[in-house]
């Protein structure tokens, strides 16, 4: 299962360079395409496209990997039991929170699929897929660390 997450991992630190890469050339390509009076009318809906997967794997990759910030100024001063139950109770919060979205998320692409880009010939929910997907990424990634966190448990408790 390890590998499974291991590998799950740098396939979307692999998507999001590749899709901030795309993401820059884009608007860069059409900074300069309308300095000539040139338009594409597609990159700015390719832009939003690739800035929507890349954020959402993004936020994935930074839970995954510690990355985002937290505020333990109160839970510092408590006992490491104490600490480990707040961690557990705040991470099955999240776990709610990222099935919540990754539920109405898919409700919300299923109502997207019949409106198409502008510029494009592909549906909107594609974008909207993005939530869903990196939601269940993070919900994976949330029961590693809700596993974690109970074995840590299990280790005070049973030294």
């Not at 333990?72 to 557990?88: E, G, H, N, S, W």
């Not at 592909?122 to 590693?144: C, N």
Request: aromatic share 10%; glycine share 6%.
């Amino acid at each position: 299962m390890k590998r499974v997450f291991f590998w799950m991992g740098r396939i979307e630190k692999a998507a999001c360079a590749t899709g901030l890469l795309a993401l820059v050339l884009l608007v860069f390509l059409s900074a300069i395409l309308r300095f000539f009076r040139l338009s594409m009318s597609w990159n700015i809906d390719l832009a939003m496209l690739l800035f929507a997967w890349t954020a959402f794997l993004g936020a994935d990759v930074a839970w995954r990997e510690g990355q985002i910030i937290g505020v333990d100024i109160v839970t510092r001063m408590l006992p490491r039991t104490a600490q480990r139950l707040i961690r557990l109770a705040v991470y099955l919060v999240i776990l709610a929170a990222l099935v919540v979205m990754a539920v109405f998320g898919t409700r919300l692409a299923w109502a997207d699929r019949i409106a198409r880009y502008q510029s494009m010939p592909i549906p909107y929910s594609l974008v909207t897929l993005s939530v869903v997907v990196a939601s269940i990424s993070m919900v994976f990634s949330t029961l590693q660390k809700i596993r974690g966190v109970i074995l840590d448990l299990g280790a005070v408790r049973h030294p």
